[in-house]
């Protein structure tokens, strides 16, 4: 925990410093040194072209996203600390009451497990790790301070949404495996067989991978999204088949997964686009508690 929390409060420091303009000044007079007419023109076109595509205010956005960071974090221990499934439970699961969309789930033939199970973190790994290739587009590379702090708050708020009570760590929906009756017991009754719903896995892969098209679209209009959005599916899609493979969760858990990483990684940095003309953010403080407000300005 100690390097994530030092992790989240370097990136946030560099992000900080890259909100801090920076004066143009104009170089000295120096009549034997001239730049030619060429590489004038290039930097008035470079200048012209760039412009700011999202409103970040750093210390609103750094706010909520070490708020969401620490509370995932808190309610973690509490996620992975749920009781065994007892024998007694096991007896009186009914694969028959599971129906439609989620029963054929219920009919695999099992894998290697383990095996689908390492699958699954490398493309977690791929889905958190590609979205910083984007630096390396020369426009996007300019607001490099306020991408990044999106990209944070984007994880923070999937994270949160993930641990609140709409997730597993209040909900204890048992994962295909516990049906399975042809797996020894030990290996179904684990606590982190009650936590099928829902899939955070997706969720954080469609988060960060579709908060990446997202960012990429908005600074260049002129591309196709329907390609840009459809690569970026790739990992969230690969994701769902390991997930199904190795009897972590069922079509529905899935498709919520999709919903909240989609709604995070778009919407998010959707957000920050409208602030700049008609929506604030901002912490408030009362006597009633503290939070953070949001204002529509028609």
């Not at 439970?89 to 009451?97: A, K, M, S």
């Not at 426009?139 to 990209?151: A, C």
């Not at 599916?233 to 690969?238: A, F, G, K, L």
């Not at 929506?279 to 403080?285: A, E, M, N, Q």
Request: glycine share 6%.
């Amino acid at each position: 925990m100690k390097i994530k929390v030092a992790s989240f409060l370097i990136l946030f420091a560099f992000s900080l410093k890259a909100q801090v303009p920076v004066q143009n000044v104009p170089p000295p007079e120096n009549p034997n040194v001239a730049l030619s007419h060429d590489e004038h023109d290039e930097d008035d076109t470079l200048s012209s072209m760039h412009h700011h595509v999202y409103h970040v205010n750093p210390w609103v956005t750094g706010t909520i996203t070490a708020a969401g960071t620490i509370y995932s974090l808190a309610m973690l221990p509490v996620l992975q600390s749920k009781p065994q499934i007892t024998s007694a439970e096991f007896q009186t699961l009914n694969p028959g009451l599971i129906r439609g969309f989620d029963s054929w789930v219920l009919h695999q033939s099992v894998g290697n497990l383990k095996q689908l199970e390492n699958y699954s973190i490398y493309t977690q790994f791929t889905a958190a790790l590609v979205p910083l290739t984007i630096f390396f587009d020369k426009t996007i590379s300019h607001d490099w301070g306020d991408v990044l702090l999106i990209f944070m708050e984007v994880n923070a708020i999937d994270a949160t949404i993930y641990m609140s009570p709409l997730g597993p760590v209040f909900q204890n929906k048992y994962r295909p495996l516990a049906y399975y009756t042809n797996l020894p017991e030990d290996q179904r009754n684990s606590g982190g067989t009650r936590n099928s719903f829902y899939s955070g896995h997706v969720a954080a892969a469609a988060a960060d991978m579709f908060s990446m098209a997202k960012v990429y679209c908005d600074y260049h209009p002129e591309a196709s999204k329907v390609l840009t959005y459809g690569l970026a599916s790739i990992p969230p899609i690969v994701m769902t088949y390991f997930r199904i493979k190795a009897l972590d969760h069922f079509p529905s858990d899935l498709f919520i997964g999709w919903v909240v990483g989609t709604c995070v990684g778009v919407g998010v940095p959707e957000l920050h686009r409208v602030a700049d003309k008609n929506l604030s953010f901002g912490p408030y403080i009362n006597p009633g508690g503290t939070g953070i407000s949001m204002a529509w300005h028609p």
